[in-house]
């Protein structure tokens, strides 16, 4: 399984469970959803009775789910979205998205920056984007810290993210890695960095692990990391155009299947295999999506139980934090977390 620009490869589609196409790109725009009034509690929400599940739910209603335990195997899909209100730029956001600002990167096309054959070419664009991403650049936000919440509440089932920038990690000044629990108090079997991280580096001819301390001192100075072995470029193991995905990204087929909730956040879900996964969830389940466009598959093929909260990302969360009366222990967790890394950088 390859990561895919979705227009590139329009013809990969993940499997739906008897082998059938999850979904066909049949691009449909709806014109807005229909809010219906909903205010029982989650029994009726998963209730069998009347027409109940045709009832469109709101904001409040996934807050409900969350709230009385209804829902607590939750699945969340994240992108760049989530990391803007951090200062890293996302792909698309006119503006301030990478693509708009290519001149910096002096690269041809926007995607080049993580394609093998560009990098070969020219392996400076893409360590430009490394140091720019260098871990403790920058800071989680409310959106990282609700991820946290929900795990130590014992609800998050997994975090799927398309992010290299290491937030969910919540990677601390110069520490490059802790393998089984992460700074962000996320640990490591609960997360899915679907298209890699710096966390790791990798010679792209002979395959030879590379410290990422010698990694970060190349690229820091603007000198392309070099494998001692061979000479060979040293790439992080971020996931580029046409490579495939981590192993761990197949636990999506438990995953997904199992899952009560799913949570999509900050993403264009444009890439392919993971914009799919959307889909892969049952109908039953509730699907929220806390973005500033309504995108993918939650536009072109919603779902009776799709709940759209359109937006900013921290906005949202906030809310949804709000509803779940979880705002108090939200601001002791940054406060806690936020005084760590002061701490660090003093
Ligand atoms: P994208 O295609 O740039 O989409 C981002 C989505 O988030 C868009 O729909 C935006 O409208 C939305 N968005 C941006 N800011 C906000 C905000 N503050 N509130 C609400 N919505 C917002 O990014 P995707 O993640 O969907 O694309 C996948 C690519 C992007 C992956 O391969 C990543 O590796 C790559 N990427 C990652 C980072 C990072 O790690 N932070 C940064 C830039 C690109």
Same mark, same amino acid.
């Given at each position: 399984m390859a990561l895919c620009p979705r227009r590139v490869v329009a013809a990969l589609k993940l499997l739906g469970p008897?082998?059938?196409?999850?979904?066909?790109?049949q691009p449909r725009i709806t014109g807005g959803r229909r809010p219906i009034s909903f205010s029982a509690g989650a029994s009726s929400i998963f209730g069998?009775?009347?027409? =109940?599940?045709k009832e469109k739910l709101l904001l409040q209603d996934v807050a409900e789910l969350i709230r009385t335990r209804a829902c607590q195997r939750v699945v969340v899909m994240v992108g760049a979205g989530i990391s803007t209100p951090s200062g890293v730029p996302d792909f698309?956001?006119?503006? =301030?998205?990478l693509y708009s600002n290519l001149q910096q990167y002096?690269?041809?096309?926007?995607?080049a920056i993580f394609e093998l054959e560009f990098f070969f070419h020219n392996p400076k664009p893409f360590f430009a984007l490394a140091k720019e991403l260098y871990p403790g650049n920058y800071r989680p936000n409310v959106t990282h810290y609700f991820f946290r919440l929900l795990h130590e509440k014992g609800l998050l089932l997994r975090l799927y993210t398309q992010?290299?920038?290491?937030l969910e990690r919540a990677?601390?000044?110069?520490?490059?890695?802790?393998?089984?629990?992460h700074a962000s108090g996320i640990p490591a079997s609960k997360l899915i960095e679907a298209h890699g991280s710096f966390a790791s580096a990798t010679c792209?001819?002979?395959?030879t692990p590379s410290p990422g301390e010698d990694f970060w001192a190349d690229v820091m100075v603007d000198r392309i990391p070099r494998c001692p072995v061979c000479t060979g470029i040293v790439k992080p193991d971020i996931v580029f155009f046409g490579e495939p995905l981590p192993q761990?990204?197949?636990l999506h087929v438990i995953d997904f299947p199992m899952a009560d909730l799913l949570l999509i956040l900050g993403? =264009?879900?444009?890439?392919?295999p993971f914009a799919s996964l959307s889909e892969a969830?049952?109908?039953?389940v509730p699907r929220l999506l806390i973005n500033r466009d309504l995108v993918g598959p939650l536009a072109w093929?919603?779902? =009776?139980r799709d709940v759209v909260q359109l937006g900013d990302v921290v906005h949202g969360v906030e809310k949804l934090v709000e509803l779940l009366g979880w705002t108090e222990e939200m601001q002791d967790l940054i406060q806690r977390e936020t005084g760590k890394l002061d701490g660090q950088d003093r």
């Open positions: 008897g082998g059938e196409r999850a979904w066909a790109r069998s009775g009347g027409n =109940s599940r698309r956001s006119p503006g =301030s998205g002096d690269i041809p096309y926007p995607e992010n290299i920038d290491g990677f601390q000044k110069l520490t490059v890695v802790t393998e089984n629990f792209a001819v002979c395959r761990r990204f197949l993403t =264009s879900l444009e890439v392919e969830v049952q109908s039953s093929r919603p779902r =009776s």
